[in-house]
T-cell receptor, first 116, second 114 residues
Framework: GAVVSQHPSRVICKSGTSVKIECRSL??????MFWYRQFPKKSLMLMAT?????????EQGVEKDKFLINHASLTLSTLTVTSAHPEDSSFYIC????????????FGNGTRLTVT | AQSVTQPDIHITVSEGASLELRCNYS??????LFWYVQSPGQGLQLLLK??????LVQGIKGFEAEFKRSQSSFNLRKPSVHWSDAAEYFC????????????FGKGTKLSVKP
């Protein structure tokens, strides 16, 4: 079945540094990828939608200058948390959708970010 | 606005017992509905989905869900729960008809007693 690889699975960084999270579709081309954030005991909240070759669309309340998204190829999207703060600590999950209409979503295994 | 409500935050059932997880949605048109399962520290795995047709849909791992338009519900069921089913379960509706942009409920944590 289709696989989405998300890396790293865990990362600890210091306040003020930047962290990059990668989301790769391993056996299919993903026109669209989605980035979610999951707070403890909360649901997943969509942060942004990235389409290959164009700028990401951010949900209301998400700082696009803080959460930089790049979708440079049909198999890779990256989320960079810039100038990380402890409140950015969270579980980030990506999902990818294939190029065919109504292609199903496939989720990565998530990245646990801890900012100290 | 579209929304998904999962009324039960935490449910505990005995192994072998039946299970029903509730999900109610608010959506103006015919919804695309999904159930996902998340094991601790992991991503989400699709259990089943409803787009149209038969309102009783079968999924993986012995799960099924029934779409009831009159009740705006899409409850997840399993006749006999296994210890490995312990996880967090999320109901979701596709925003704007696109199955890529999902709105999730807050999840129901399932614990299984031996």
């Amino acid at each position: 079945g289709a696989v989405v690889s998300q890396h790293p699975s865990r990362v600890i960084c210091k306040s003020g540094t930047s962290v990059k999270i990668e989301c790769r579709s391993l056996d299919f081309q993903a026109t669209t990828m989605f980035w979610y954030r999951q707070f403890p005991k909360k649901s997943l909240m969509l942060m942004a939608t990235s389409n290959e070759g164009s700028k990401a669309t951010y949900e209301q309340g998400v700082e696009k200058d803080k959460f930089l998204i790049n979708h440079a190829s049909l198999t890779l999207s990256t989320l960079t948390v810039t100038s990380a703060h402890p409140e950015d600590s969270s579980f980030y999950i990506c999902s990818a959708r294939g190029t065919r209409q109504n292609s199903p979503l496939h989720f990565g295994n998530g990245t646990r970010l801890t900012v100290t | 606005a579209q929304s998904v409500t999962q009324p039960d935050i935490h449910i505990t059932v005995s192994e072998g017992a039946s299970l029903e997880l509730r999900c109610n949605y608010s959506y103006g048109a015919t919804p695309y509905l999904f159930w996902y399962v998340q094991s601790p520290g992991q991503g989400l795995q699709l259990l089943l989905k409803y787009f149209s047709g038969d309102t009783l849909v079968q999924g993986i791992k012995g799960f099924e869900a029934e779409f009831k338009r009159s009740q705006s519900s899409f409850n997840l069921r399993k006749p006999s729960v296994h210890w490995s089913d312990a996880a967090e379960y999320f109901c979701a509706v596709a925003h704007g008809g696109s199955q890529g942009n999902l709105i999730f409920g807050k999840g129901t944590k399932l614990s299984v007693k031996p």
